[in-house]
């Protein structure tokens, strides 16, 4: 193919140079002597263009680049991710409410004994009188609608210290235990683990976000805890705070099962 160029640097005389090879009217290009703007014109084409239009074209006739070894490896290896991925997610049993409200009796009753010696400690050194809250504590209980037993309960004396340490204590259980193990030990004991819809450990961001959420699913008790009882309705058994939080609860695989789907996985992609 033969190319044609107009040299506008030419003022008298004949200014379309050529023809030239493709690589010649490369190599002017780089030397600055053909611009975007210059027109160019080769064997088959009906009219002048630019060289900026010329050069679009050419690429779009070029066939595409092979990928290199580091790029196909790259792809390979996103691909097999995925795989194993979407293998662990039909391989999901999701947790539901009466196992999950298991392991929540557990991890109150442990944040409750932890509260029992706070109050102990608290009262042995001063802070507060232990049978007096008991006593408001009762009443709150019996009947915890009321502003008369709710008001009683917080006025009395050294309850705020409590309620802070026991509220920090809380968060600290929760967020940790979620973050670091994907579990809290209630959670241990039933065997279940929390995991994003991913498929990914949570993060402290997500296992605080989740955690605050659960917060927003506990005054859902004052409509008859529907946070916790649409558990029983979703299909992945989430509660609202799994929905905020973006995750699941699931039944822990045993060992051997999860590597042996993955093996069944391998095999049908190579077959």
Same mark, same amino acid.
């Given at each position: 193919?033969?190319?044609? /160029? !107009?040299?506008?640097?030419i003022?008298? *005389? ?5 023809p030239y090879? !493709?690589d010649?009217i %490369?190599?002017f290009?780089?030397q ?5 703007n210059t027109l ?13 239009e ?9 066939p &595409?680049? &092979?990928?290199t070894?580091?790029e196909m490896l790259?792809?390979?290896?996103e691909?097999l991710e995925?795989i194993v ?8 049993k /999701?947790a539901? /409410? /009466?196992v999950r409200a298991?392991a929540?009796?557990?991890d109150?009753? +442990?944040?409750g004994?932890? *509260?029992?010696?706070?109050?102990l400690?608290?009262s042995?050194? =001063? ?5 007096t809250?008991?006593?408001? #504590?009762?009443a709150y209980i019996n009947?915890p609608?009321s502003?008369e037993s709710t008001n009683?309960?917080? $006025?009395?004396? =050294?309850? $705020?210290?409590? +309620?802070? +340490?026991w509220s920090v204590?809380?968060a +600290? ?5 979620q973050a670091?193990? $994907?579990?809290?030990p209630? @959670?241990?004991?039933?065997?279940i683990?929390i995991?994003t819809?991913d498929g990914?450990r949570l993060t402290?961001?997500?296992?605080a976000a989740?955690y605050?959420?659960s917060i927003? #699913?506990?005054?859902t ?6 946070g916790?009882l649409?558990?029983?309705i ?5 509660a609202l ?9 699931? %039944?822990?695989?045993? @060992? ?5 789907a ?7 992609e190579?077959q």
């Amino acid at each position: 193919m033969k190319w044609y /160029f !107009i040299d506008e640097s030419i003022t008298d *005389g004949e200014r379309r140079q050529g023809p030239y090879s !493709i690589d010649e009217i %490369h190599e002017f290009v780089n030397q600055g002597k053909i611009s975007d703007n210059t027109l160019v014109w080769h064997s088959g084409e009906s009219d002048w263009k630019t060289w900026k239009e010329a050069a679009q074209a050419l690429k779009e006739d070029l066939p &595409p680049v &092979p990928p290199t070894d580091e790029e196909m490896l790259k792809d390979t290896i996103e691909a097999l991710e995925q795989i194993v991925k979407e293998s662990k997610f039909r391989s999901r049993k /999701f947790a539901g /409410f /009466f196992v999950r409200a298991f392991a929540c009796v557990v991890d109150n009753l +442990i944040l409750g004994f932890f *509260g029992g010696i706070t109050l102990l400690v608290l009262s042995g050194a =001063g802070v507060l009188d232990f049978e007096t809250v008991q006593q408001a #504590t009762s009443a709150y209980i019996n009947d915890p609608i009321s502003a008369e037993s709710t008001n009683k309960l917080l $006025s009395t004396p =050294g309850i $705020s210290t409590f +309620i802070t +340490i026991w509220s920090v204590a809380q968060a +600290i259980y929760f967020i940790a235990f979620q973050a670091i193990f $994907s579990a809290t030990p209630g @959670k241990m004991l039933a065997r279940i683990h929390i995991e994003t819809t991913d498929g990914e450990r949570l993060t402290w961001i997500t296992s605080a976000a989740r955690y605050l959420g659960s917060i927003l #699913t506990q005054f859902t008790l004052a409509i008859y805890g529907l946070g916790y009882l649409i558990v029983c309705i979703d299909p992945k058994r989430r509660a609202l705070h799994d929905w905020i939080a973006r995750t699941y609860v699931v %039944h822990n695989t045993p @060992k051997g099962k999860d590597d042996n789907a993955k093996e069944s996985e391998g095999d049908k992609e190579i077959q």
